[in-house]
């Protein structure tokens, strides 16, 4: 069966410390990676994608998720936070042949000044 | 560019009642999505639209309806509310199918009682 798995419901992490949002897959099929963001009383926006080349990815406010296959894994980072990342994160994945994104059911990351 | 509107922003209805929820894009996007989000479940899809005049069922379309006539908008109805269709609703683009990135509304918020 194909699906995605965000263990985490809520993660509170002091801020400048690290941060690591676990993302989960389960495919036969090749998959195209996203994470998604949602601040208080917004919709979601892009934070980054992997659909091939590097495994590593980055976004512009200094989050990073990997592609790990062996692990069906991708995994967002950030080495230090800020006030401004209190959010909840959304993993994604658009399995290859489909036209649907399967969304996680979200982390809410607490950011504890 | 507005990008993607949502109307209303906020709904309340009696059980029974119907309402349609309006998206529109200035985008000139091809695919068009409803979701919905509730606590712990991340985001379900109820229906999409690959194009002008076509419509698909999502994850979870039982108790809505669709339309997209004019390939800006795109309408989700609810027939007959029910307490359990009480949920934040958000719509999304995508500019085809060879790009990825879906582009969210800012939400309705819909409470049936």
């Known amino acids: 069966a194909q699906s995605v798995t965000q263990l985490d419901s809520q993660v509170p992490v002091f801020e400048e410390a690290p941060v690591e949002l676990r993302c989960n897959y389960s495919s036969s099929v090749s998959v195209y990676l996203f994470w998604y963001v949602q601040y208080p009383n917004q919709g979601l926006q892009l934070l980054l994608k992997y659909l091939s080349g590097s495994t590593l990815v980055e976004s512009i406010n200094g989050f990073e998720a990997e592609f790990n296959k062996s692990q069906t894994s991708f995994h967002l980072r950030k080495p230090s936070v800020h006030i401004s990342d209190t959010a909840e994160y959304f993993c994604?994945?658009?399995?290859?042949?489909?036209?649907?994104?399967?969304f996680g059911t979200g982390t809410r990351l607490t950011i504890i000044p | 560019n507005a990008g993607v509107t949502q109307t209303p922003k906020f709904r309340v209805l009696k059980t029974g009642q119907s309402m349609t929820l309006l998206c529109a894009q200035d985008?000139?996007?091809?695919?068009m999505y409803w979701y919905r989000q509730d606590p712990g479940m991340g985001l379900r899809l109820i229906h999409y639209?690959?194009?002008?005049?076509?419509?698909a069922k999502g994850e979870v379309p039982d108790g809505y309806n669709v339309s997209r006539l004019k390939k800006q908008n795109f309408l989700l109805g609810l027939e007959s509310a029910a307490p359990s269709q009480t949920s934040v609703y958000f719509c999304?683009?995508?500019?085809?199918?060879?790009?990825?990135?879906?582009?969210f509304g800012p939400g309705t918020r819909l409470t049936v009682l």
């Open positions: 999304a683009t995508r500019r085809d199918r060879l790009t990825d990135t879906q582009y």
């Open positions: 639209s690959v194009g002008e005049g076509t419509t």
């Open positions: 985008m000139n996007h091809e695919y």
């Open positions: 994604a994945v658009r399995f290859f042949g489909n036209e649907k994104l399967t």
